[in-house]
């Protein structure tokens, strides 16, 4: 599959707490994006991180690129309620140019 | 502006019926993407326009899917002979240019009875 491997595919935690979720894919990528999606229709873009960098800050927002794992984290720092939502990393493919979704990790922060 | 539109936003149909799916990107934007959700799953590829050329229709699961983006804007995929596995949700999504972020509509949520 070209399906980028998400995980872990489920978390919950404490309002206040940190949220880390990870994205692994296969194959030479253009840049790796992160997207929220809210009950199951359309998805949110977050941010989006090229290949030649390695960490990417938006707010509460912290994404990184390993390249030579072929491996990318979001950190959500200090989680709130309104986070919940399901995350996906997607990755633009160097080969030939389109966007590939993972699975996704499904965040529940608990009040 | 306005955003990403997709009509209709809940399709229910007959197995073996042909429906029709509209998405209308962003102005301006040249790429276009259509994806196929189902429940607990990922968006997944179908097919990737350029401009009014299909770029990649490498997902398109089989001969039954077909899309089309005559002018360079409005998009329509085409499912003939609907059958009861093609239910989902589909998304389309635009860019200004091919490595820009992705702008998604709301998703028509398709029904094969």
């Known amino acids: 599959s070209q399906q980028g491997e998400e995980d872990p595919q489920a978390l919950s935690i404490q309002e206040g707490e940190n949220a880390t979720m990870n994205c692994s894919y296969k194959t030479s990528i253009n840049n790796l994006q992160w997207y929220r999606q809210n009950s199951g229709r359309g998805l949110v873009h977050l941010i989006l991180i090229r290949s030649n960098e390695r960490e990417k800050h938006s707010g509460r927002l912290r994404v990184t690129l390993d390249t030579s794992k072929k491996s990318s984290s979001l950190l959500i720092t200090a989680s709130r309620a309104a986070d919940t939502a399901s995350y996906f990393c997607?990755?633009?493919?160097?080969?030939?140019?389109?966007?590939?979704f993972g699975k996704g990790t499904r965040l529940h922060i608990l009040p | 502006g306005a955003g990403v539109s997709q009509t209709p936003s809940n399709k229910v149909t007959e197995k073996g019926k042909y429906v029709e799916l509209r998405c209308d990107p962003i102005?301006?934007?040249?790429?276009l993407y259509w994806y196929r959700q189902s429940l607990g799953q990922g968006p997944e590829f179908l097919i990737y326009f350029q401009g009014t050329g299909a770029a990649d229709d490498s997902g398109l699961p089989n001969d039954r899917f077909f899309a089309v983006r005559p002018e360079g804007s409005v998009s329509t995929l085409k499912i003939q002979r609907t059958e009861r596995g093609d239910s989902a949700v589909y998304l389309c999504a635009s860019s200004s240019t091919y490595n820009s972020p992705l702008h998604f509509g709301n998703g028509t949520r398709l029904t094969v009875t």
């Open positions: 997607a990755f633009l493919m160097n080969r030939d140019d389109k966007i590939i």
């Open positions: 102005s301006g934007h040249t790429a």
